[in-house]
């Protein structure tokens, strides 16, 4: 389907942000452990929603793919809960046209510059990461797999009464996120003390 992007800005969905801080330990697997804690953060705080606030730490093992660099359809995935443009040629080098589209760096050690990305409920997600090595330089681009070296610090947000979804948009080719206002749920009027809620002025 096309999502019809409008030629204005939309209106932005608004919630309140609730944060989720966890470390991941050394040999743990960055992707599932991102998607299995975004999941986790989501139903604790009953939202629909989920994006990284802050992550620091080193890897030694990733796989990027490159800007621009095609996507990989090797074979048809039925689940549509899993997001194939960034799963598929995680752990396949063979599925890039040439050596510059997807990127895998084996046992070298790398600080994480920079992790940003969104989740959903149905376990569709799009991450972006830049690292760098003992040199300084730098590398970016979608995240398809990393292996934590001594840490990962990582705080991840939820919103509540906003809603992700990503759908196929026919124009990018991409399953694209799709941002829902939904309706306030009641609010509590009473405090953790079982009073009658403090007024603010």
Known sequence: MSLNMPTKPPSPASGLVRGHAFRLLPNSDLVSSLKDASQKAMIN???????????????????????????????????????????????????ATSSNDI????????????????????????????????????????VMAGTIYTTMEIVLGTIDTVKFDRLVDDETGYRELVVTQEHESPKDETNT???????TF
């Open 193 to 199: 003390m079982g009073g009658e809620k403090e007024k």
């Open 103 to 142: 990127r895998h760096w084996k046992d070298e050690k790398f600080e994480v510059v920079s992790l940003v990305g969104t989740f959903s409920m149905s376990s569709g997600f799009h991450l972006h990461m830049s690292i760098s090595n003992a040199t300084g330089e730098t590398f970016g681009g979608h």
């Open 45 to 95: 705080s009953n939202a629909s929603s989920c994006f990284v606030m802050t992550a620091v730490g080193s890897l030694s093992d990733v796989t990027l793919r490159l800007a621009s660099a095609p996507k990989k359809r090797k074979k048809q995935n039925t689940n549509n809960n899993q997001d194939n443009d960034e799963l598929n040629g995680a752990n396949d080098n063979t599925t």
